[in-house]
Structure formats: structure tokens, C-alpha cells
């Protein structure tokens, strides 16, 4: 064939305003925005749309604790004068609520809905040629920017014989359509608190291996609140638990543990063995060193502004680092897509800013936090004070039987909100005033001078601020002040 021939037969290179690489949460919040603003997008995705957090993550795990925490909401209801009996759980149908819920939202995220708003949306695996060229498959594309949103996997620990073994992930936990008789959980952060409470819930017999504390990053206090409802459900829980080696049994799973107090026998053995120890970011394939970007362990290295080494490149989400990374939550990849947003289209000045990001893990009670924690805040601020109050003081929590838990706050002398932690009924969603608090350096003022609607759970927020001033009630000059004016009638 000539070479004019060869040339007519190639695939002409894509021109792009942006590509983006991954259709999870945060790659498609970027090209959905930059679509309706008339931007031309090309979306490359080399498995499902939607990525780890609708077909995986996020939604397939909350469906599973919906299920759960319905057949729990049976176990509690005595106390109401109603009963049912132990529930009869058929996880078969179980699975299928947890699939009926992702193939509800799935079309949101498919091909088809992207195609109508205008993007280019490509299958297949990319990889960098150049500073400037991307390649999926024979179709060259050279956009003016370049956006990575290829995520993370579940990360295994370097355990002898674990390789050996069929364990469960988070990818393939929501396969089963029977219930794990004895389930093993390597982790306790908040992926293994919540699937294993689920589980527990559904009747699995469920034992945590921590080789730390439960929920360690979290207030210990609040951790603790946690771990005492997993032990009263029945969630054996073995921390500072040191794993030796993985060993198949006749049928299931035995992990040898350095011997404690808590653990004299050192093995622990289930039917099956769900790993939720870490993750680590999908870079691998992308040839990042060709087109000038650097990468370590914990994803893409970027600044704040989420630019690489490349400066026509970002990376965000699960799979950025360096400076701007390390949170891996959904809300957190829809914030850095903003941000992109923001700078690739309008060129304005980005800075990703975390005090603000909320974390919550989705146990019952409910764990969730903002800003700095206590210990933080002593090394930070110096002198500071912190504010309790209990959900046992709350009129809404004690109608529902929901009293365990509180809410914390830390603030600075003056009292402007540093951090606040709520553990307890609903805390994810009680905790959204906080951040904004947080974001916009408010003073426990603002949050002790709202009305709040009586009886709400939201209530126990305000208490906590209002206690802020109850030293003043004792101090002698105020109440000199009160018995002068009260002179005047």
C-alpha cells in the first residue's frame, strides 16, 4: 500500500477540548459540566460507567446496610410494645435489592446519557504516548487538557499466603447470593466496620482482625461508642491483632495470629475472608513517565490546584496524591471535579481545601467528623475547649430510642468551631451545618443563634453550642449585672 494509502486508512487523531480518562464519580462530573457548557469531551473508560462507587462502593454497600438495618429495626422493636420475632432473612433477595439499586441508578452514569449530552465516550484502556497524545487502542487523542480519574482498588496486605486464597474485596463481596456462615474481616476502618455489622446483621458470624484500634483514625471516644454496639450485636472484635499467615482450611479460611491476651489460641477461622485494609490508585498502564508525570505509591502527584508535572494534565479523586490527595470519598472526588471545572474552562485559581470535607462511616450508630479532631486541634491552637452533648438529652432521641451517642465540639479560646465530631442516629447527615461552619470560620454564636425545629434530632447540635456559655452563668460579676438590672423592674 503507498503511503498516501496507509495515511487515508489511519484513524484521524481526536481534537478534544478535554479527555477524560475513567467514568467514575469524579470523571463524570467533569465531563457532564464541561458537555453543558458546549465544551467538546472525549470520556475514556475501560470497564463499567459509573466506576467503583455505583457498581462496588458506595451504592451496592448502602443497599446492603439498608437490608440490615431493617432486619435489626425487627430485633429492637420490643421496646415499642411490638413483636416479630428473630427476622427471617433471605439473602438471595437480599442480593437482588443490593443489584435492583445499582441497575435503578446506572442508567445516570451510561453511555447513552453521556452520548446525549454531547460527550465522546470511548472504550477502551488509554495510555500516554507523549506530553500531549493519548492513545485507546488504534484512536490517537490530543486534547488541550488532560484529566485522570482512573481510581483506586482494593488493596491486599503482604500476608504469607493470602495470595493463595479466594478472598472478598470490595469488588466482589456483592457477587455471593448466600450468606457467609462464618465471615472473616481483615480491617477494621470504615469499610470493614460497615459491611461487617451488615453482615452481622443478615447473620453471618462476623469477627473483625484490627491490627490497630477499631476506627482508629476517628475520636476515640466515638470509636468507642462504635465498638460497643458491634460487641452487643455480636461482632467479635480482635484488635492490635498482628496476622501471621493465611491458611485454607476444609472450607473456609484460617489466619494465624501472633498470640494476646484477647487472642491466647492466635488463629481465628471463618468460611470466608472479606480484605479491607487499603487501597491503591489504577495507574498502572498509563504510561505516566512518557507524557512527564510523576506517580508514587499513593497515586499521581499533584499541587493544590490538582495539576501534575504536565500542566496540561489533573489528576483527581481516588487516584491523585501529593499534595491535594489522600481523601478517598465520592464527595471528595465531586469537589476536586469542580475545581477542574473551574480552572480548565474558565482558567480560574484553584485550591483544593480539606478542613472542611466531612468523613462518615455508615455503622450504626452512625461516625461522622469534620475539621480537626481534639488532639489535632491541641497541637494546632494551643488553648482550646471542648463541648459535649448527648443524644440522652435530646427529646427526639429518646421518642425513637436513640439516645446513644453525642455530639463534640472543638473551638478555640474564642470560640470559633475548630472541629466537630457526631456519633449516633443520622450523624451523616446532622454533620452538614458543621462543615459549613468550618468552611466559613464561624463562631459557636451563629450555630447557638439558629432556630432549630423542635423535636428534631438536629437539636442535640444547638445544645452543644449553647454550652459554650454555661460558665458564664456561674461567674459572679453576670449574675451582679442581673441584680442590678433587676432594680428597674
Known sequence: ????????????????????????????SVAAAAAMFGVPVVLVERDRMGGDCLNVGCVPSKALIAAGARAQA?????????????????????????????AAIAPNDS???????????????????????????????????IVIATGSRPAAPPIPGLDQLPFLTNESVFTPKTLPERLLVLGGGPIGVELAQAMARLGSRVTIIEARDLLSRDDPEAAGIVRRALLREGVILLEQAEVLRAEGIRGGIRLVLA??????????E????????????????LDLE????????????????????????????????????????????????????????????VKVATPAIPRVTYCDPELASVGLSETEARKASGEIRVL?????????????????????????????????????????????????????????????????????????????????????????????LIGFLRRFG
Open 270 to 285: 471463618g468460611t470466608h475472608l472479606l480484605v479491607a485494609t487499603g487501597r491503591r490508585p489504577n495507574i498502572e498502564g
Open 388 to 480: 459535649r452533648w448527648p443524644y440522652s438529652e435530646n427529646d427526639r432521641a429518646q421518642a425513637e430510642r436513640e439516645t446513644e451517642g453525642f455530639v463534640k465540639l472543638v473551638t478555640d479560646k474564642k470560640g470559633r468551631i475548630l472541629g466537630v465530631t457526631i456519633v449516633g442516629a443520622r450523624a451523616g447527615d446532622l454533620i452538614l451545618p458543621w462543615c459549613m461552619a468550618v468552611q466559613k470560620k464561624m463562631a459557636v454564636k451563629d450555630m447557638a443563634g439558629l432556630v432549630f425545629p423542635y423535636p428534631t434530632l438536629s437539636e442535640v447540635s444547638k445544645r452543644a453550642a449553647v454550652s459554650f456559655y454555661a460558665p458564664l452563668t456561674a461567674k459572679p460579676g453576670i449574675r451582679r
Open 111 to 145: 453511555v447513552e446519557r453521556f452520548t446525549a449530552l454531547g460527550v465522546n465516550v470511548i472504550k477502551g484502556e488509554a495510555r500516554f504516548v507523549s506530553r500531549s497524545t493519548l492513545m485507546v487502542g488504534d484512536q490517537a487523542i490530543r486534547p488541550r487538557r
Open 290 to 349: 512518557l507524557a512527564g508525570i510523576s506517580s508514587d505509591a499513593r497515586g499521581v502527584i499533584v499541587d493544590k490546584g490538582l495539576r501534575t508535572a504536565n500542566r496540561r494534565v489533573f489528576a483527581i479523586g481516588d487516584c491523585a496524591g501529593g499534595a491535594a490527595g489522600g481523601l478517598q470519598f465520592t464527595h471528595v472526588a465531586n469537589y476536586h471535579a469542580g475545581l477542574v471545572v473551574r480552572s480548565a474552562l474558565f482558567r480560574l485559581p
Open 1 to 28: 500500500m503507498s503511503e498516501a494509502g496507509t495515511a487515508a486508512s489511519a484513524k484521524a487523531a481526536l481534537t478534544p477540548d478535554i479527555c477524560v480518562i475513567g467514568a467514575g464519580s469524579a470523571g463524570l
Open 74 to 102: 425487627i430485633r429492637d422493636c420490643i421496646p415499642f410494645g411490638i413483636s416479630a420475632g428473630e427476622p427471617v432473612v433471605n439473602f438471595g433477595q437480599v442480593h437482588a435489592h443490593v443489584h435492583r439499586v445499582i
Open 259 to 268: 498470640a494476646t491476651a484477647a487472642n491466647p489460641e492466635g488463629t481465628v
